[in-house]
């Protein structure tokens, strides 16, 4: 602003601050996000840990009492299934985090101990990479779940999994650059 025209500005009138302060209070309608995420993610956090004790405890019953089905079929998507569930709660941890950081308030806690932190992020930029990181991650697994249960019919097959690693390799590739400019 022009420092001759400051002089000339009148100060805000009663409406105007109080109309200001209702804006400057809005920023606590992240709220509405930032709770539900929280929730969800320790929601999907204890249901990945249910699959994986539900895991182990399949393995323990095949293996040393022999009882129970045969697991191998499926103790390997399961545990990917687990790793999914996982990686969306930390999505769900980083955006209600993100965006209490960004509205609301720096986390004291994560300032002062972690600068360096998934917690911490300075825009919706920064916010939105950190998400496409863990989403991208996220769909590499579901990727490697469906690898895993793929029967090949022709060797058509075997060639649309290879491009299918290779392209999955290039993004890995091209996100890992993006990120060192």
Do not use: C
Request: hydrophobic letters at 55%; zero cysteines.
């Amino acid at each position: 602003m022009d420092p001759s025209k400051k002089d000339h500005q009148l100060p805000p009138t009663k409406l105007e601050r109080s109309f200001e302060r209702l804006l400057w209070s809005s920023r606590f309608l992240v709220l509405l996000a930032v709770v539900p995420s929280l929730l969800g993610a320790f929601v999907l956090f204890l249901i990945g840990t249910a699959d994986i004790i539900g895991v182990a405890v399949s393995a323990v019953n095949y293996y040393f009492l022999n009882s129970g089905e045969d697991i191998h079929d499926t103790v390997v998507p399961n545990i990917i299934i687990a790793v999914d569930i996982y990686l969306i709660a930390v999505v769900l941890l980083i955006f209600g985090t993100g965006i209490y950081r960004l509205f609301v308030s720096p986390i004291d806690h994560a300032e002062v101990h972690a600068p360096v932190h998934p917690f911490i992020v300075e825009s919706f930029d920064q916010l939105k990479d950190k998400i496409a990181r863990v989403v991208l991650l996220a769909v590499i697994i579901e990727f490697f779940r469906a690898v895993v249960d793929i029967r090949f019919q022709t060797s058509l097959d075997a060639i649309y999994l290879a491009v299918s690693i290779l392209a999955l390799a290039g993004g890995l590739y091209l996100m890992s650059r993006a990120h060192k400019h």
